[in-house]
């Protein structure tokens, strides 16, 4: 997927035209995993709804495996199974009486039937971890932990090869979003692309190839976890809170400690270990050396 100078306007050409986005590139090829972070309402929901052709660009690019995203591009209605989008509201994609309708919907309509589509179905259920008690349920009766899993299966039905996710740990409890990560994961290393649209900045450093980072409406870094977390400390984005993790790093880094600032919680408790004998660090005595 290709992305290339990408502007929209909201109500282009009236009073209230709103800029969401500007000059925004960003490529996402299978088997990776990207995010995208940045403020509220810096336009990750509009780039999102871009990437699945749901917004059709005002101007720029936006080609996905060689088709062109233009208002009469033939083809629209394969990338929209090619690229499955799981909005940042649940309830704003669902329409079927019965959780088990929503997820078979889509599957349905691109032609599987009977065991086929028992298997579509079943296979997107056991993968996001959805208990089958709640099929029968009406997907708006459902908690927003549940609401999430069924829209996620029900994008997951129809096979994608590029998983756009907007805000998927939002109404997740932590065990649902270590189950989130894994499944996610999962579907990374099978050749899925995915694109996490997130505010949990912690959570896209430990887990994305790359990210992406809007302000504004407009991409200010993008580039490996390693390079956006330098970027961010030196940089600060209103809105975007450095994890804790990364602060403890930088910290270290002030210190004399060379470590990366993506370091896991392991890493930087080896490091300081290493560094506890103080040896070199004149006037200090052994026992009451602090880093
Ligand atoms: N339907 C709409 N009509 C008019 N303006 C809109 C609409 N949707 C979004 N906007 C505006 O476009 C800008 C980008 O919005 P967008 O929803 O893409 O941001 P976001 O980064 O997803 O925010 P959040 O983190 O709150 O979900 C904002 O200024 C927003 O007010
Ligand atoms: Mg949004």
Request: glycine share 10%.
């Given at each position: 997927?290709?992305?290339?100078?990408?502007?929209?306007?909201?109500?282009?050409?009236?009073?209230?035209?709103?800029?969401?986005?500007?000059?925004?590139?960003?490529?996402?090829?299978?088997?990776?995993?990207?995010?995208?972070?940045?403020?509220?309402?810096?336009?990750?929901?509009t780039?999102?709804?871009?990437?699945?052709?749901?917004?059709?660009?005002?101007?720029?690019?936006?080609?996905?495996?060689?088709?062109?995203v233009?208002?009469?591009?033939?083809?629209?209605?394969?990338?929209?199974?090619?690229?499955?989008?799981?909005?940042?509201?649940?309830?704003?994609?669902?329409?079927?009486?019965?959780?088990?309708?929503?997820?078979?919907?889509?599957?349905?309509?691109?032609?599987?039937?009977?065991?086929?589509?028992?298997?579509?179905?079943?296979?997107?259920?056991?993968?996001v971890?959805?208990?089958?008690?709640?099929?029968?349920?009406?997907?708006?009766?459902?908690?927003?932990?549940?609401?999430?899993?069924?829209?996620?299966?029900?994008?997951?039905?129809?096979?994608?090869?590029?998983?756009?996710?907007?805000?998927?740990?939002?109404?997740?409890?932590?065990?649902?979003?270590?189950?989130?990560?894994?499944?996610?994961?999962?579907?990374?290393?099978?050749?899925?692309?995915?694109?996490?649209?997130?505010?949990?900045?912690?959570?896209?450093?430990?887990?994305?190839?790359?990210?992406?980072?809007?302000?504004?409406?407009?991409?200010?870094?993008g580039?490996?976890?390693?390079?956006?977390?330098?970027?961010?400390?030196?940089?600060?984005?209103?809105?975007?809170?450095?994890?804790?993790?990364?602060?403890?790093?930088?910290?270290?880094?002030e210190?004399?400690?060379t470590?990366?600032?993506?370091?896991?919680?392991?890493?930087?408790?080896?490091?300081?270990?290493?560094?506890?004998?103080?040896?070199?660090?004149?006037?200090?005595?052994?026992d009451?050396?602090?880093?």
């Amino acid at each position: 997927m290709i992305i290339e100078h990408l502007s929209y306007s909201y109500n282009s050409g009236t009073p209230s035209e709103a800029l969401a986005l500007k000059d925004v590139s960003v490529s996402v090829s299978r088997g990776e995993w990207v995010s995208i972070v940045g403020h509220t309402g810096s336009g990750k929901s509009t780039l999102a709804q871009h990437m699945n052709a749901l917004l059709i660009p005002q101007s720029g690019l936006v080609e996905i495996d060689g088709v062109q995203v233009t208002p009469k591009a033939k083809g629209l209605r394969e990338l929209r199974r090619k690229v499955g989008l799981v909005f940042q509201y649940p309830e704003q994609q669902f329409f079927a009486e019965t959780a088990r309708d929503e997820i078979a919907f889509a599957p349905a309509n691109w032609g599987a039937s009977g065991e086929e589509l028992e298997q579509c179905v079943d296979y997107a259920v056991s993968s996001v971890g959805l208990e089958p008690d709640l099929l029968g349920a009406n997907p708006f009766s459902l908690s927003g932990g549940q609401q999430r899993r069924v829209a996620m299966a029900s994008v997951i039905a129809m096979k994608p090869d590029y998983l756009v996710l907007d805000e998927p740990t939002a109404g997740l409890d932590a065990p649902g979003i270590n189950e989130l990560i894994r499944l996610l994961k999962k579907l990374r290393s099978e050749g899925l692309a995915v694109i996490q649209v997130t505010h949990d900045l912690q959570s896209a450093l430990d887990h994305s190839d790359r990210l992406l980072v809007l302000e504004n409406g407009m991409s200010v870094a993008g580039g490996a976890p390693e390079e956006i977390a330098q970027y961010l400390l030196e940089n600060p984005v209103r809105g975007l809170v450095m994890p804790p993790l990364v602060q403890f790093a930088a910290g270290l880094r002030e210190r004399g400690i060379t470590l990366d600032l993506t370091s896991d919680i392991g890493t930087i408790i080896k490091k300081i270990e290493e560094r506890r004998p103080c040896a070199g660090i004149a006037g200090e005595r052994q026992d009451t050396c602090s880093f």
